[in-house]
């Protein structure tokens, strides 16, 4: 069974579609990288798989693990095993990092009908993969991203998915505005989860990330649908050439 | 609602009949000095959004039955206050000191304090009337607090009341007179409760002097049922150095009116003034606060905010006044407002009135909504909407429980506003 199916996606913000037609097939293991210039609707196509409620669906269908996942609230996508890391995530001055993280994975655990995680557990798998990031375990009781940099926020994110260990994770621009290290940091993070019963789809403007995280699959998302697909040479085709490229490819 | 006025005869026959005792004169004079104004209505500019009628209304029929001498009876009420805060606590019932609970701080002559009823005696002139409703509080006077601290005194724990309105009787006054002598600490938790289904109104006045540096932390609680009417006012004068600290926790009532006024007489003086006022269903409360800076350099910081869901109306009016030569002054006001339903309605006006040259002074206000991204957010990682809403609105109010005056109550506030946040969420 596919991670993710999505089929003839057409979706927008009221009348204004975004997605216009978008079909894309994820198997479980598998790393695909969606690119593609500004304003294509990568972002949207993220936060309509996370169930923003923003964005409206008119037509298509988008299925994970063979479940319907737009019936779902987005809490209950999360806890089915779906993870979006943000391309901006927002400040939350006020709310611990360590409570959101806690309570997010007790919500998960809930609704595997498991038990909420030791106290002491919960610290030291937060503590290992903070070190794993090279973060400072102070980011901890911080409010969640407040006052946090750019790369911060990014690694934060990262820190989040690994903890939660999602089965779909949806990365979106996680590589936008991080110095090398940063990059570096957070490609090692997603390295560490890849495994067979997972999958990643990472959402990028640039190539940069695809150094360090190698993709199984490339997609060129285009006005709102996906004009090409290949495998990571075409990552490299497009660094070279230009997304003008594949834009008139499309429309010839 | 038309206005329903306090009837003047009803209230001089009921003072008439009660027996005489140590608080006779106070309540005469106060009775004369009530007649010229009778209860603030809605056309008052500070009572523009909260009116008194149905606690006018209240009191008419409570007054008909003339009222006899309280006594002070042990109630049993269900609170865990005493045993979640460290503190020396003293009931009040019904506006009547617990004679008991009070014998229990005898001892504390040893560390220069000083606890008293009203009704072991006053000195002339030491119980104020500076608007209607204390003029009212007085002339129903039946007893109420002393206490003072002697100079340079101070205590190990917060001094704690528990206001009890136990439904027996309707309408109760409770007045509270503080001393804090130069160089003297004091540290008060104030926990207004009610039991009994019938609807209670509740009159109180806490007046209090600063000496030069005396300092004194004031912490209100006020948790009474959903049916009760509460007015309270709490009014200090500052003296040189002195410091106050007045933190306020209004989460129950229908209705709720604080009057907190706080005037500077002495240089260097610091008020700071703290709010957290969580409404819902038709709950109405209305913060008013003046401070009037008369001598400068002086300081005083305020910050209020507010959580409403339902049709909660709340008010916020927070005035400081610079009177003519307080240069030096500096004052900061803030409130801030937290809308979770479309018909809730806050009132907010912070003002300043300037009327000297050297100041530093500003104001601000904001209502807004919970930030739809970070509900998302929170969402996106397996929190429900209601946890969600919980974490947001918790943040939004520990801003001001991070500044709490008094640490031992910090822990119960803690889950006292955890638990009143969950019925304000679950009302929807």
């Known amino acids: 069974m596919n991670m993710l199916e999505i089929k003839n996606l057409r979706a927008g913000i009221g009348d204004t579609e975004i997605l216009t037609g978008l079909s894309l097939s994820v198997k479980p293991g598998e790393v695909h990288a969606i690119m593609g210039p500004n304003g294509s609707g990568k972002s949207t196509l993220a936060l309509v798989i996370a169930g923003h409620e923003d964005y409206e669906v008119y037509e298509g269908t988008v299925e994970f693990l063979g479940k319907n996942l737009l019936d779902l609230e987005p809490e209950e996508r999360a806890r089915e095993g779906i993870f979006l890391g943000f391309q901006y995530p927002v400040e939350i001055p006020g709310v611990n990092n360590a409570y959101l993280l806690k309570a997010a994975v007790n919500a998960k655990r809930k609704h595997e009908g498991l038990g909420e995680i030791d106290a002491f557990e919960f610290l030291q798998i937060a503590r290992e993969t903070m070190a794993m990031l090279d973060m400072d375990p102070s980011f901890l009781n911080r409010g969640v991203n407040e006052g946090f940099s750019g790369g911060e926020k990014k690694r934060n994110e990262i ?49 940069r990330l695809l150094d360090y995280v190698e993709p199984d699959f490339v997609h060129v998302l285009s006005q ?8 990571k040479s ?11 490229w594949v834009r008139q490819a499309a429309s010839a | 609602m038309s206005a329903i006025s306090l009837e003047q005869g009803l209230l001089e026959a ?23 104004n009778g209860f603030p209505t809605t056309r008052h500019e500070d009572w523009k959004y909260t009116n008194l009628s149905a606690a006018a209304a209240l009191s008419n029929t409570w007054l008909q039955d003339k009222p006899a001498q309280n006594e002070a009876q042990a109630v049993a009420i269900d609170t865990e206050i005493p045993e979640q ?21 005898d001892s504390l002559i040893d560390n220069g304090i000083t606890v008293s009823r009203l009704t072991d005696g006053v000195d002339e002139g030491s119980i104020i009337v500076d608007d209607p409703m204390s003029a009212f509080n007085a002339a129903l006077l039946q007893d109420g607090l002393y206490i003072k601290v002697a100079d340079d005194s101070t205590l190990d ?8 309105d136990d439904g027996s009787v309707a309408v109760t006054q409770v007045r509270i007179v503080i001393e804090v ?9 104030e926990c207004p409760l009610s039991a009994g289904g019938d609807k209670q109104f509740s009159n109180s006045v806490t007046q209090v002097v600063l000496s030069d540096s005396g300092e004194l932390d004031f912490v209100r609680i006020q948790q009474r049922q959903k049916h009760h009417l509460n007015v309270n006012r709490f009014a200090a004068r500052l003296k040189r150095n002195s410091v106050l600290n007045y933190n306020n926790f209004e989460f129950g009532g229908e209705l709720a009116r604080n009057d907190i006024v706080a005037d500077i007489v002495g240089e260097g003086a610091s008020v700071n003034l703290l709010g957290l006022y969580l409404a819902g269903g038709r709950q109405h409360i209305d913060n008013h606060t003046r401070v009037d800076h008369r001598v400068g350099p002086a300081k005083s910081t305020e910050e209020y905010r507010g959580i409403l869901n339902g049709r909660a109306r709340c008010v916020f009016n927070g005035k400081a006044i610079v009177h003519a030569g307080a240069d030096g002054t500096d004052a900061s006001q803030s409130n801030h407002n937290l809308l979770l339903s479309d018909q809730a309605e806050i009132d907010t006006k912070p003002e300043l009135e300037i009327y000297a040259d050297d100041v530093k002074c500003s104001h601000g206000a904001t209502v807004g909504q919970l930030d739809k991204s970070a509900l998302f957010y929170l969402r996106s990682r397996g ?10 609105t918790r943040a939004f109010a520990s801003a001001i429980l991070s500044k709490l005056a008094i640490d031992e109550c910090h822990e119960y506030l803690v889950s006292a506003v955890d638990r009143q946040l969950d019925a304000l969420i679950d009302e929807e």
């Open chain 1, 224 to 231: 709102g649908k996906i004009v090409r697909s290949g495998d």
């Open chain 2, 85 to 105: 805060i460290d503190a020396h606590w003293i009931t009040i019932i019904n506006g009547m000191v617990d004679p008991d609970s009070l014998s229990n701080l």
């Open chain 2, 157 to 164: 724990k917060p001094i704690g009341l528990l206001l009890i």
């Open chain 1, 159 to 207: 820190l989040q998915m690994a903890v939660l260990k999602p089965r779909l994770a949806i990365l979106d621009e996680t590589d936008s505005g991080l110095d090398i290290d940063a990059l570096k940091a957070v490609a090692n993070g997603i390295n560490a989860l890849r495994d067979p019963e997972r999958s990643i789809v990472l959402v990028t403007h640039y190539q």
């Open chain 2, 383 to 392: 929190l429900d909407k209601d946890q969600a809403t919980q974490a947001l």
């Open chain 2, 181 to 189: 002598g130069e160089n003297a600490k004091l540290r008060i938790v």
């Open chain 1, 234 to 244: 075409l990552a490299l085709q497009l660094e070279e050439r230009g997304y003008d």
């Open chain 2, 14 to 36: 009921a003072v008439t009949a009660l027996p005489p005792d140590a608080l006779s004169a106070v309540r005469e004079a106060a009775v004369a000095s009530f007649a010229a």
